[in-house]
């Protein structure tokens, strides 16, 4: 089994996950590459690389069960255990997303990636987590799942479009979130909530006021928590984000 700390990043291939793989990396950390797109993940990695990281591919739909399970079996045998997994990768399902006129297919489809590929990949990789000494796990949310921020009033409490099947399908994650942290309680497996911002990147045609890099900092700071730190916490920058 690896010394090194190992790291799986969801849809590392760009934007934020790519950020955050190189911030992790840069702690010398062995830091694997999710990806479904297998020219983008090799050209993620080989970048990667390039700038000092030990990074290594993953293939990896987090839409399809047996994608999961063989990415954990990689894992496995690159490294034997997985210490921190951020479940990064998710898609908006394109615009409309006004509540009468968005097709139900687009809920489903956001909330696929979003939330079932969230569950779908950690379950596979719990088993590795439960092998290291101070497993930490990441879930990429963001501000628009804040029902508080959502239903504000004032123009400081309210945050994004109309969005039914993206901003929904944060909150979802949210309360998912919640709910293996109850479960996990009793373990030293801390797993948190990360909103990165505003940030631009191709998920909202790069019309984002923040770099990916500094998106990726929430992710930083919540993989490396210390034992005994928060779980089942929201957090941006800032602080706390209100549910």
């Known amino acids: 089994m690896s010394e090194r700390k190992t790291a799986l990043v969801t849809g590392a291939n760009k934007g934020i996950g790519y950020e955050i793989a190189v911030g992790l990396g840069a702690l010398g950390w062995s830091v694997g590459v999710g990806a479904r797109d297998g020219q983008r993940r090799k050209d993620a990695v080989e970048a990667l690389r390039a700038s000092g990281v030990d990074a290594f591919g993953v293939p990896l739909d987090v839409t399809d069960d047996a ?5 954990a079996r990689l894992i496995e045998e690159q490294t034997g255990r997985l210490d921190v997994l951020v479940n990064n990768a998710a898609v908006t399902g394109g615009i409309p997303q006004e509540p009468t006129l ?25 088993p590795l987590l439960r092998r290291s000494a101070s497993p930490r ?5 963001s501000s628009v799942g804040s029902l508080t921020r959502q239903s504000g009033t004032g123009g400081e409490q309210t945050t994004g479009p ?19 942290a109850r479960e996990l309680r009793d373990t030293n497996i801390l797993i948190n909530l990360g909103c990165p ?7 909202n045609g790069f019309s984002g006021v923040r770099t990916p890099e500094q998106g990726a900092a929430i ?3 919540l993989a ?8 089942g916490q929201f957090f941006e920058d800032a602080g706390a984000v209100p549910w």
């Open 67 to 71: 994608s999961a399970t063989a990415a």
């Open 102 to 126: 968005v097709d139900p297919a687009t809920i489903r489809t956001v909330v696929e990636t979003n939330v079932i590929g969230v569950i779908r990949v950690t379950n596979a990789m719990l």
């Open 137 to 141: 796990i990441v879930n990429m949310s």
């Open 162 to 180: 109309v969005a039914v099947a993206y901003a929904p399908s944060k909150t979802f994650l949210n309360a998912v979130t919640v709910q293996y």
């Open 197 to 203: 911002g505003y940030v631009a990147t191709g998920l």
């Open 219 to 221: 992710a930083l700071r």
């Open 224 to 231: 490396t928590l210390p034992d005994g730190g928060p779980t």
